[in-house]
Structure formats: structure tokens, C-alpha cells
């Protein structure tokens, strides 16, 4: 079983950046990529960035030049640091990860951006 817990999510003004942070736990091995996708309130699951345990990254159009993602292996930990944030970006963001035949999800942590 795998489990996945993110932290740093909450209120920032507009241009301001947060940091969020993925620490997985469990049969991690076969966890691979590993990423955030976010929902706003009455739109769909959208894939914001991903990261492999080599290194390969896929960011969402809409985010890149603004977000980076970074994986800590040591940690078994995936960051996201979230710059010059827009009121767009609000939205609850989810910590993924693919396993060999199961998909996995975090809880979900709040990101509000005021205008």
C-alpha cells in the first residue's frame, strides 16, 4: 500500500508562491512518476507537472516559467514550487503517483490566490 500526504497548501495574493510538498510512504519502489494535478471548484482533474525518478519532467502549459517540480528520492518526497501565482491557480492540488497497476492520490491541499 502506498500512501502519499501533501503539506504547504493555503492563502497567497496574487504574484506571491507557495511550496508544496508530496512525502510518500509505503511500497513506494514502483511508484513512477510522480506529480500534482489540481482541481477547481466544478471543473475537472488537471495535470499540473510530473516528474520521474530519473528526472524526466512534463509540466501543463498553463503553469510553465511559473512552477517547478522536484523529487527528492531520500525523502521519497515531490515538491512543487509555485511562483508568481494567479487567482486562476486556485484550486485543490493532489499529490500522484503511478503505480505498476494502480493509480494513487493524496488528500488534497487548498491553494487560494487573492487578486
Known amino acids: 500500500q502506498v500512501r502519499l500526504v501533501e503539506s504547504g497548501g493555503g492563502l497567497v495574493q496574487a504574484g506571491g508562491s507557495l511550496r508544496l510538498s508530496c512525502a510518500a510512504s509505503g511500497s513506494i519502489f514502483s511508484i513512477d512518476p510522480m506529480g500534482w494535478y489540481r482541481q477547481a471548484a466544478g471543473k475537472q482533474r488537471d495535470l499540473v507537472a510530473t516528474?520521474?525518478?530519473?528526472?524526466?519532467?512534463n509540466y501543463a502549459d498553463v503553469v510553465k516559467g511559473r512552477f517547478t517540480i522536484s523529487r527528492d528520492n531520500t525523502k521519497n518526497t515531490v515538491y512543487l514550487q509555485m511562483n508568481s501565482l494567479k487567482p486562476e491557480d486556485t484550486s485543490v492540488y493532489y499529490c500522484y503517483g503511478k503505480g505498476r497497476t494502480l493509480h494513487y492520490w493524496g488528500q488534497g491541499t487548498q491553494v487560494t490566490v487573492s487578486s
Open positions: 516528474i520521474s525518478s530519473g528526472g524526466s519532467i
